[in-house]
């Protein structure tokens, strides 16, 4: 075939809205129908790995291009290849090659009806995780459910009529009695067998993934899983192909869901102090303000904080040391503040009004969000002042710990800055 061109629905995509859509689904009977409703065309030239089976089709939408993928057929067996596995490297592949700026993974999925599931309605996740990695050993545990948020789109929530449920993976049609264990421990309302790989890849990458399932069977229903699936496949495919033009429609309209939203801080009122006493400075040997004075790579002055009970909880408070606070542009007022960290953003407050200067609300969404441990550290690089009407901070997460050179380092220059990687 011969490569897309540009239809009548094509116009210059608006500054700012998104201009590269990846697509990922698992099933070649999903994917058709908005490979026709799209006017997508299959790639002539494979950007894959000779040998994987992965199909791609291509083209433009109102001056949005469109990647859609879907992993292709077992060569031995003929079956759409399925599972966590093959979505995880088809979605890697493609990332590395399109670089999208957005990626919707598209798919049919199980409901259950305890959570107000019926056939044929359309979720858009707002977590996923799985279901079937038991690892019970700490920390483990947590790295093989490896919950994660998805990227937030409140306006698709608002424009549309679509649910919003937590989405729950794992490799089996059925479910064992492990299975549905783990699926309530997660909160889930459906479970599909691709999401929190697609996640994983997207999330290593700073990529941002939205989810949208379309039930086609009910998991705890009183019909068998795959007779149902399938009786309901081809009508619940139809019920997706509407969600996702509708989420492409949105994609077009850079009024309605931008790829990479601005986080804008909001000063939150800051709790009064309490008797918790903020956690100690680094061993560095001296009272010296070597933290501020010794660059990182990119030069700019930061702090550390080695993660305690106090940082998590009960009230989830990161002290800024005395040591720092006079490189904030205000140190006695109250401020807004962003963290960054992973390609993602949390609003939060500087509270330097207070007795003990600290950082509060939208802290503990921060180390919710990532997992925070006693134990792990933080580095808050100080990377603006004032751009935003508020404070910038980059946020490196080191597990287990600061590294030998943080701890002890004393009198590094510029031709000699610390380097962190996460």
């Known amino acids: 075939m011969a490569p897309p061109s540009d239809s009548d629905d094509s116009a210059p995509i608006p500054a700012g809205a998104i201009s590269k859509l990846l697509i990922v689904i698992a099933m070649q009977t999903e994917a058709l129908p908005l490979v026709n409703k799209f006017h997508l065309v299959e790639a002539e030239e494979s950007i894959f790995p000779k040998g994987a089976p992965w199909i791609r089709y291509h083209g433009n939408y109102k001056g949005l291009h469109v990647d859609l993928v879907w992993p292709g057929k077992d ?62 050993i700490p920390v483990f545990d947590m790295y093989g ?34 299975d549905e264990s783990a699926i309530l421990n997660n909160d889930a309302t459906v479970k599909d067998m691709e999401g929190a790989a697609v996640a994983y890849v997207a999330d290593m990458f700073s990529t941002p993934a939205i989810f949208v399932k379309a039930v086609t069977d009910i998991v705890d229903g009183e019909k068998p899983t795959a007779e149902e699936f399938l009786q309901n496949l081809v ?15 949105l994609d077009t309209d ?28 680094p061993a560095s040997g001296s009272g010296e303000d070597w933290e501020a004075t010794t660059p990182l790579a990119a030069g700019n002055p930061f702090f550390t904080a080695l993660i305690a009970k106090s940082h998590l909880h009960p009230k989830f408070q990161m002290w800024i040391p005395p040591r720092f606070q006079h490189r904030l542009a205000e140190p006695e007022a109250r401020t807004a503040a962003v963290l960054h960290s992973g390609g993602k953003s949390w609003a939060t407050s500087y509270c ?31 990377v603006a002042m004032g751009a935003t009407g508020g404070l910038e901070f980059q946020v490196q997460i080191l597990r287990g710990g600061l590294p030998a050179e943080v701890v002890t380092s004393k009198g590094l220059t510029s031709d000699q800055p610390i380097l962190i990687v996460d």
């Open 145 to 178: 459910i490896g919950t994660r948020k998805t990227f937030a789109t409140p306006n698709i929530l608002k424009e549309l009529n679509l649910k919003v449920g937590k989405l729950s993976t794992g490799d089996s049609l059925d479910m064992s009695p492990h």
């Open 235 to 249: 009508a619940v495919t139809a019920a997706l192909d509407k969600a996702v033009t509708e989420v492409m429609e």
């Open 254 to 281: 850079p009024t309605k869901l931008k790829a990479k939203p601005i986080i804008k801080p909001k000063v939150e009122p800051c709790d009064d102090d309490d008797e918790l006493p903020p956690p100690p400075p």
């Open 75 to 136: 060569p031995v067996l003929g079956v759409d290849c399925v599972g966590t596995v093959s979505a995880a490297l088809v979605t890697y592949a493609s990332i590395q090659s399109l670089k999208p700026d957005l990626i919707i993974n598209a798919g049919t999925a199980g409901g259950f009806k305890a959570k107000g599931a019926d056939i044929g309605d359309v979720y858009l996740a707002s977590d996923v995780a799985f279901h079937d990695r038991r690892i019970p």
């Open 352 to 382: 330097g009004h207070l007795k003990m200067k600290k950082l509060d609300a939208g802290w503990s969404e921060f180390a919710v969000d990532n997992r925070l441990l006693v134990g792990d550290a933080c580095v808050f690089e100080l």
